[in-house]
């Protein structure tokens, strides 16, 4: 069993708050995957990112795994998430988009 390492970390008041998303965008080259984190709400002109996080893929495939492991934790504790399929997707590649059409 690997051993647990404690991380301290410095946490600023102004990223403690967080940033609401329910839409991400990633892309990646041979070198990073970019996520773009982005917020779709009623009576705005379209998605707008919050926030970007650039990773190498090594670190992605981390946060993959890390995902998949708390997810099993958060459904052991409180249930299956379900997915509802009548909603868009909240993943898309950036290829889904088109970068020179900025009108809503």
């Known amino acids: ?16 708050q967080g940033v609401y998303s329910n839409l991400a965008i990633i892309s990646h080259s041979r ?15 379209g ?7 650039i990773m190498s893929p090594e670190h992605a495939k981390r946060l ?3 995902l998949a492991e708390n ?4 459904e052991s ?7 509802v399929q009548e909603q868009p997707r909240g993943t898309f590649n950036i290829a889904d988009f088109n970068p020179g059409n900025t009108k809503s």
Request: aromatic fraction near 8%; proline fraction near 8%.
């Open 47 to 53: 998605p707008k990112v919050g926030s970007r996080v």
């Open 64 to 66: 993959l795994n890390a």
């Open 31 to 45: 070198s990073e995957f970019t996520l773009d984190f982005a917020a779709n709400l009623p009576g705005l002109p």
């Open 77 to 83: 504790q409180f249930g299956r998430i379900e997915i």
């Open 1 to 16: 069993m690997a051993e647990e390492k404690k991380v301290s970390i410095n946490l600023a008041p102004e990223i403690a």
């Open 71 to 74: 997810i099993g934790k958060y």
